[in-house]
Every structure is written in C-alpha cells, then in structure tokens.
C-alpha cells in the first residue's frame, strides 16, 4: 500500500492529510465529499449514527468510495472512550469511562486490558478502524473542566500502565488506538474547546508527570496533540502546531515514530487565536501528519486550499507531505484489512458489569442504613463539556433511588435551584446526597457546605469525579462511581443494597483539615473566571457580584493569595493574549485590543508599553514567528 503514495495526484496526497466529518447520516453526502474532494480520513459523531447495521452499512460505502477515488481505504474513527464519552449508543457494550478503570484496576488488574479489547474488537466489526483512546492526561488539577473522569488516575504511572494495556488490546484486535492529549490537558483551567489553555510548568517537571505515559518502552501507533501553550517550552504556538513541541520533543528526544494526529482544528482554542490557513501549515511542517476538521464543511475548505497552495508553490513543503503520507499508509496497511471477529455480546456484558462494579469506592466512612428516615437529594444528568457530544441516558438518580428504596426524593437542577429549599426538604432526615463535580459548581457547594454545617447525617454519592469534598469537612460516608450512567448507577445500587465495594480512589482528595492555605478555593474560581471571560468588560465588581461577595472581600484576598491586585492580575492575562494575537495574525491593532477586552484604545496602548517597554507596533515589527 505505501508504493501507492508515489501514484497519487496531489489532491490525493492532501486528502490523506485530513480527516473530517459531516452533518448527517447520509452515506451520501460523505461520499460526495471523498469524491469531490479526495479525503481520505473520517471522524464518526453520534449525528452520523443511528444504529449499529446502519453504521455496519455506512462504514462499509466509505470505505468502497475511498479506494475508488484515492486508491487506498480511509481510517474511519471515533471517540468511544466509554463512560460519558461516546459516539455509539446501540447495538455495542456500554463500557466503563477511564477513571472507573483506574479505581477498578486495584481489584482487576486485567480490567484496561479486558475493556480496550471490547472496545478493539466491536468496533472492528462495525467498520470503525480507529478509536481516538485511550486519554494518557494525567488529571493533576482537580479544578480543570474539561478531562476530570476522563483521566485514569492522577498518578502518572498507574495511567502509564493502564494507557498502554488498553492500547495494545485495542491494537491487537485490528483497530488503530490513539494516545491523547500530548503534552497532556490534566493541569489545565480553560476547556480548548472554548479557549486557548496556557500552562507555564517547565520540560524538567513535565518529565516527572504528563510525559512518563509518552516516555516508557511501549509507543502506541498513534498520539494526538492537544491546543495548549506551553509557554516554557514555545511561548508562540499551542503544542498542536509546534515544531518545537511535535517535531524536537517528540519525534527527536522521545524517538517517537509513528502516527501524529491533531486534535480538532475547529477548536476555539486554536480558531480564536490562530489563522486557520497558516495554522495548518504549521502543523505539517512540525511533522503532524493527520488534521482533523470535524465539523464545518468551510472550514475543511480553508484547509485542504491552504496546503494545496503551500504544497504547488515550495517543493520543501511537498516533501514534508510526502514523509506525512508514507507513516500514514503505513499505519493504513496494517489497520484497514476487512475483518468481522465473532462478537460474545453476553461475555462483554458480563465483563463491563464486573469491571463497573469493581469501580465503586467508599471513600471515606460507612453507608448507614436506608430506611423510611432516610431522604434522597440528587442532581438529573446533563453534558458536562463539550467532549461529551449529547447526554442520551438523561438519568434522574434521586428519582432511582427513591423508588428503589421507597423513600422521598427530590431532584435537582446541577446548576440552578433553591438551597434553602432543599435544606428544608432533608431536615430532620439521613440525607443521601448525590453530587456532580460540585467543587466547579458553586450552588451545589454552598449546599453540600450548608448541610455539613447543619451537622445532618450525610452519604454523599460523588457522581462524576471525586472532588465534591474539597476543601470541606468529610461527610458521614463518601462513595464515589466515577460517571453518571446507567452502567454505574446500577453498581451503586448493588453497593447499596450490601455488595462489597472493591474500588479504591485513583486520584487524591484531601479534607479541609489537610488542604494548603494558598490553595484557595475561591481564589482559584476567581482566576478561571477571568481566564474564560478576560474579552468581556470586567471589573472587581462585576467579579464580586457573579460570585457573591463583597468587592473589598474579593480585593483584600486576591492580593493576599496572588501577591498583585486585580487590575494587574487582569492585566497581565489580557497582555498574553493580546501578544499572541499580534504575533499571529493580520488582525489590526486596535481589532486585537478590542478582542481582549480594551475598549479605550488609549488606555491598552499605556498598558502594552508598561508591561512590555515598546508600542505594540514595535513589538509586532520585531518579533518573529520562531526564536
């Protein structure tokens, strides 16, 4: 397959280069696509799945059109990490998200092994050869939003171990496994979906954390870059088209050799920021060899004309296409051979139970007993980021629990309802309390802090990741089951009912007693707020009403926790952004100042020339794209 690279048309080439989705069901109108277009790689979503014979059938018409238009077949892939990261609802085994794994992994140390080949081995036989799995991130920031129970542990080398067990099973059952999200998005505080994530930890430290699962004997055949600045390593470019990041780092001083994949390219992250067009270049030159465009049909268009372009007016740059293209087929002739594996439905079922319930953890504590005393308060389920595509179980656990243990419940909104109102409701009673990451959700913190102070016997269930506790008193019992799904819910169930929990956290929670003083809860809010917000008209304010304290409260603790005051610490966010976007894009000045949130032109241009001794003029002419 690798000798057909030499025979294609450069259309051809640049199609192998990408890989895209589309809005519909419809074989059709992806076809049409590969067609027109010549591309040669797809990514799956739940828009594009109704079930699993249509997909059999739709995967199957993809590949047929990619070798009659490109010559060779198409990697077909998917994010079907398990837990609440799925594109495939129906007619596949419902498997157990990574953290689960993690806690799992202490009483079944085959259980990464035992899901990656339930994974591996369905999805071959619905035509998927590429699983964008396992997530390698180590979730060292319990405050991040966007990987929290998609990480198997915050301990690099328990999620170095279950990583690369999931991967080699996924891979020897015929399916390309993807290592995601190097350098790793665990110690982040802005999802990338929405904004670029800077991250100031030095190459000595990343040694130590989120390059151990990158760093071992074992290399998967795939790895995914991710769209946060490192700014230590390139203070210009989000590792996703760094060259000093993908092409020094990776491929030179980690040996890597295979397949490079970037994450979207629609991403806000990277599309906020960057020009789309020369971002993509970038990319290819840092010796990425696969973008992925998932979801705009314009925007697969601004790329596959930009690197046309780049690729007919400089023979270095075809050159790099041609390296691209080759680990590609490469990885395509090993992974895009027609296979139908016999399916054991009935096995796989077992297994992902037995994995799920072997998840569940007591914390801390003991359950009490549940008994006509005994109250449910529960939050119903919803899409915790965008990684998570669609919420389809739409589960109500105090109403689950309520009837299975005929006792009042009462359901509640994650992000809006009555604290006084639900405190009301649990007076008096043994409160089962049902959370989800309320250590992001501010109305959910202030009730779990009310009713701890009000000394109420509390079992509280940590739906999502363990960090409800933090910086709060423990409360009667604590269990944790890592995802809010029916897999998991019937677990707890199980638990409940006498069960014996074998799960053991894979992640660190510490009670207030144990907590460091400089990590502020509020303070850290406070700072995410404003990293997500820093293009809005802010003011100490404005911050003070969104989190309910006074302004002279807020300013005496900022700067007694940062060590600057507001404005400065304001500042100093806006001044990043503002430098990258100078640095670039063509956008105008006073475009670029209005975009970080100066409206008074005057007043940005005093502040860029306090915090950087030049006019921003100056600072544009004289700085180039790489040092």
Known sequence: MRSKGKFMTLEQKIGQLMMVGWQSSH??????????YHYGNIILFSRNIKSAEQLQKLTTEIQEAAIKYNGVPALISIDQEGGSVRRIYNGVTNVPGHMAIGAASFARPKVATEIGKILGRELKNLGVNFILAPVADINT??????????????????????????????QEEGVLSCYKHFIGHGDVH??????????????????????????????????????????????????????????????????????????????????????????????????????????????????????????????????????????????????????????????????????????????????????????????????????????????????????????????IDNKNFNVNEVQDFARGKKVILALSDSHLTLVQKVLYTNLIQAKIRIMLISLRTPYDVLGQGLPECHICIYEYTKLSVKSLIEVLKGTKAEGRLPVKIRPISQQKETKNYLVERVIRYIEENYAKQLSLESISEEFLISSGYLCRLFKKKIGINFVNYLNMIRMTKVKHLLLTTNLRIFEVANLCGYTDFNYFTKVFKKTTGMTPTYFRNNSGYYD
């Open 190 to 411: 802005i999802d990338s979906h929405l904004d670029l994530p800077s991250i100031d930890t030095s190459l000595e430290e990343l040694r130590t954390s989120e390059l151990i699962p990158y760093s071992g004997s074992y290399q998967p055949d795939a790895i995914m870059t991710a769209h946060i600045l490192y700014r230590k390593l390139d203070d210009r470019f989000p590792a996703s088209i760094s060259k000093k990041i993908i092409y020094d780092l990776l491929r030179k001083q980690l040996g890597y050799s295979g397949l490079i994949v970037s994450d979207c390219l629609e991403m806000d992250a990277l599309t906020r920021a960057y020009s789309l067009a020369g971002a993509v270049i970038f990319a290819i030159q840092a010796s990425c060899d696969i973008l992925t465009v998932s979801h705009s049909f314009g925007r697969q268009l601004i790329v596959r004309n930009s690197l046309l372009e780049a690729a007919k007016n400089d023979p270095g740059f075809e050159e790099e296409i041609d390296q691209a293209i080759m680990r590609i087929l490469k990885y395509k002739e090993k992974y895009c051979l027609s296979r139908n594996p016999e399916i054991d439905f009935e096995k796989h079922q077992l297994l992902s139970e037995a994995a799920s319930l072997a998840s569940i953890t007591i914390a801390s504590g003991k359950p009490f007993i549940i008994d006509e005393e005994t109250v449910v308060v529960g939050v119903t389920n919803y899409v915790s980021s965008i990684a998570e595509d669609k919420n389809i179980e739409n589960l109500d656990i105090a109403k689950i629990l309520g009837d299975e243990f005929s006792i009042a419940h009462l359901s």
């Open 141 to 170: 920031n319990p405050m991040n939003p966007i990987i929290g129970i998609r990480a198997f542990s915050d301990d690099p080398h328990l999620v170095s171990k279950l990583a690369s067990q999931m991967n080699r099973a996924i």
């Open 27 to 36: 074989a059709k109108d992806i076809i049409d696509l590969i067609k027109k």
